[in-house]
């Protein structure tokens, strides 16, 4: 039976981060034999509730690189553009033909400052 109030999202993290994080879940769940399984919104949602304020602030305030979105906005366009090779990407980028694109899509201000 599907619950009409579940909304499904993704969260980007690194491979070696989502690799840990996926060794972790396996040795959590392998220790709990009998017990129900414990899933990667139990512990997160668990986390975010015990988290002190400090830490939140903390996370906030960390600033994504232009490198990490760049590799993140790319892979978006290539999803919807297919794949393109290394030299077309950085042709895109000087002439200005991605800049409503970045707009659109990404998670960090281009603005100058």
């Known amino acids: 039976m599907k619950n009409e109030n579940t909304v499904k999202a ?6 070696e981060v989502k690799e840990k994080f996926t060794e972790h879940m396996v040795k959590i769940n392998n220790d709990r034999h009998s017990k129900g399984k414990i899933t990667a919104s139990d512990w997160l949602i668990f986390i975010m509730d ?26 978006i366009y290539e999803k919807e553009h297919g794949q393109i090779d290394d030299e077309k990407w950085e042709i895109l980028k000087i002439s200005g033909g991605l800049k409503t694109y970045f707009k659109k ?3 960090i201000s281009l603005e100058a400052h």
């Open 105 to 107: 899509h990404s998670s």
């Open 50 to 75: 015990n988290m002190p304020e400090s830490l939140r602030d903390g996370i906030k305030s960390h600033k994504m690189t232009i490198l990490d979105e760049q590799l993140r906005a790319r892979s």
């Open 10 to 15: 993704t969260i980007s993290v690194k491979p």
